[in-house]
């Protein structure tokens, strides 16, 4: 007899986390986003409610339980890339205001996803806090840091942690991490055939230094403020909110009309979205880039998705 378990995400963007259960066979509930566009994309992709609100002011009275919360829970405060300070910053604070939530819901099971730095900012004493109360609601966890290059088909560098916390001491002992797997997918399967001169870097100030550096069409190249540095591992370097906004680490490719950066369509590509997921035509490439740049690697959470509902059917 199949099971069916219900999911609700917080901090929710265009739907990634949501995605992946799905496809694991999950049942999603409800959704809850701060950004009005991400929440656009999202009701373009999905029937579920979403709740376009602070999730400082969502009532737990007036949520429908569910047997998991997940969240991919902002990261900038804990990122390299990021000010990194932390807990200091509201945005580091705001997997409190999920746990609240979780300590009113009681779900079996809750899912978090951040960037790898998390475990490590400030001595690792930032994690461990964090870990502490999660635990002090009653679960146990267990985390790993995992690269979308081993752990997928899609050739990105993206190492994120990812946290399953289990209420269940049956479910908890049966989950494990997938596996790494060989990936299959090189960086020009995943490209257009026909792109838009605008994409183009033909005439931009810094062209003859880019022609003369990026010549692997094999492979991705990024503007590093004053020099170009290629991936030798043939693979499309982390891609990030800020990829409309133009200036340093952009991905670059090389094709056979010029240099140029990845595309929208491209970019989901990278994150394992699927070819009829949609963006609203109101939205600019600007916000579609950072829409994206913030999700995650969906096939990446599918197979842990996988794993955690078997351990729930146990």
């Known amino acids: 007899m199949s099971k069916n378990f219900s999911v609700a995400s917080l901090f929710a963007g265009i739907g990634g986390i949501d995605l992946a259960f ?14 009005k ?32 919360i997940a ?19 509201i945005r580091g604070t705001l997997i409190f205001d999920l746990l609240k939530i979780a300590k009113e819901l009681e779900p079996k099971v809750i899912f978090l996803e951040n960037v790898k730095n998390l475990k490590s900012h400030n001595e690792g004493k930032t994690f461990s806090y964090i870990v502490d109360s999660i635990k002090k609601l009653g679960y146990q966890i267990k985390f790993q840091i995992i690269n979308t290059a081993e752990y997928s088909q899609i050739p990105q560098n993206r190492e994120r ?21 060989s990936k299959t997918f090189e960086i020009v399967d995943l ?41 030798k591992s043939n693979l499309c370097p982390t891609l990030t ?20 950066k990845l595309t929208p369509r491209e970019c989901a590509r990278f994150q394992g979205f699927p070819e009829n997921f949609k963006f609203p035509k109101s939205h600019p ?19 842990i998705a996988k794993n955690i509902f078997n351990a729930m059917c146990v």
């Open 285 to 303: 490439n600007s916000a579609i880039y950072k829409q994206v740049g913030n999700s995650v690697s969906v096939p990446v959470v599918e197979r």
């Open 241 to 260: 909110a800020n990829m409309g906004t133009g200036g340093h680490n952009v991905p670059l490719i090389l094709d056979n009309k010029g240099i140029r």
């Open 22 to 35: 799905h496809k694991a066979g999950f049942e999603i509930s409800w959704a809850n986003e701060i950004d």
């Open 191 to 231: 490209l257009e055939d026909k792109v838009d001169d605008c994409f183009y870097y033909n005439r931009t100030k810094y062209y003859p230094l880019l022609k003369k550096e990026i010549r692997n069409k094999s492979t991705c190249y990024q503007w590093r403020r004053k020099y170009v540095r290629e991936n």
């Open 37 to 68: 566009k991400a929440c656009d994309t999202y009701s373009e992709n999905f029937s579920q409610k979403i709740i376009c609100e602070d999730i400082k002011k969502l009532k737990p009275s007036k949520l429908d339980s569910v047997d998991v």
């Open 71 to 89: 969240g991919g829970f902002p990261c900038q405060a804990f990122s390299v890339a990021g000010l990194r300070r932390g807990l200091e910053d």
């Open 161 to 181: 942690i990812y946290m399953a916390c289990f209420k269940d001491e049956k479910a908890f002992n049966a989950f494990s991490f997938p596996g790494k797997i």
